[in-house]
């Protein structure tokens, strides 16, 4: 399945819904787009969610390494959004899920945003 | 490596393009899903593979060549056998640190997922790895 992204510009955070498969085909189009859409949002704080991602590799990983340190240095959080078990599983054993903040949920997403 | 039982052999031939890994990922998921395997140990052959082609794929783009990347799969002493061989003339310097910190989840990924995985580089003549999956109960 190609990439695609739902992206919706909130007063809060930008929600971004990624479709698809991240490899090292498409990241750079995903971080490109990424880019575009937090450049001119109202804020800083970026949501990203990958509850529709069939498979991601360490290209994607690291694009998200990319996106988290950009957030930071705009002011932001980021927050990744997993539901997938097998997504997870790569979180843990690359040690990224103690690197990014992980919500189950959107709304568990946002609550951690109003903290 | 010889190859003790030729009946089991997949041999896949691909351009050094990033667009083939998701056929690479689906005929390795197809091949391994012939064994005794749980769904999660299919799962991890799938991320192995394609991150070892990765890493081929991100060492022979930038060596202007026209250049396949050699898949062989094929089942030993329980164990399903994947090499993945190409022949560029071994790992260039990453360009930037995020390709860095790319390459090295990658490798993470690759021994963490499999039971057994060997690189070796020869100068000039390319790169192998041999990663191995233990079959239970064949």
């Given at each position: 399945m190609d990439l695609k992204l739902e992206i919706k510009k909130e007063k809060d955070y930008t929600h971004i819904i990624v479709h698809g498969e991240v490899?090292?085909?498409?990241?750079?189009?995903?971080?490109?787009?990424?880019?575009?859409?937090?450049?001119?949002?109202?804020?800083?704080?970026?949501?990203?969610?990958?509850?529709?991602?069939?498979?991601?590799?360490?290209?994607?990983?690291?694009?998200?390494?990319?996106?988290?340190?950009?957030?930071?240095?705009?002011?932001?959080?980021?927050?990744?959004?997993?539901?997938?078990?097998?997504?997870n599983k790569l979180f843990e054993i690359t040690g990224l899920n103690k690197i990014f903040t992980i919500a189950r949920g959107f709304d568990a997403a946002t609550a951690l945003l109003q903290k | 490596m010889k190859i003790s039982d030729k009946n089991s052999l997949m041999e896949i031939s691909i351009p050094n393009k990033p667009e083939f890994l998701r056929v690479v990922r689906l005929l390795v998921s197809g091949y391994a899903s012939r064994w005794p395997l749980s769904i999660d140990e299919v799962e991890n052959i799938k991320v192995a593979v394609s991150e070892a082609c990765n890493t081929a794929i991100q060492t022979s783009a930038k060596s202007d060549q026209e250049e396949y990347i050699k898949i062989k799969c094929w089942q030993e002493n329980k164990q399903i056998v994947f090499e993945i061989k190409d022949k560029t003339s071994g790992s260039p310097a990453a360009e930037g640190v995020e390709e860095l910190e790319e390459r090295g989840l990658g490798m993470l990924l690759i021994?963490?997922?499999m039971d057994y995985v060997d690189v070796k580089t020869k100068p000039g003549k390319g790169s192998k790895i041999i990663m191995k999956k233990n079959i239970k109960s064949a």
């Open positions: 490899d090292l085909y498409n990241a750079n189009e995903l971080k490109e787009k990424v880019h575009m859409s937090t450049d001119r949002a109202i804020s800083p704080n970026l949501i990203i969610d990958l509850k529709d991602v069939d498979y991601i590799d360490s290209t994607g990983l690291g694009i998200l390494i990319g996106i988290k340190r950009r957030t930071t240095e705009k002011g932001g959080v980021l927050i990744l959004v997993l539901y997938s078990d097998r997504i | 021994r963490t997922l």
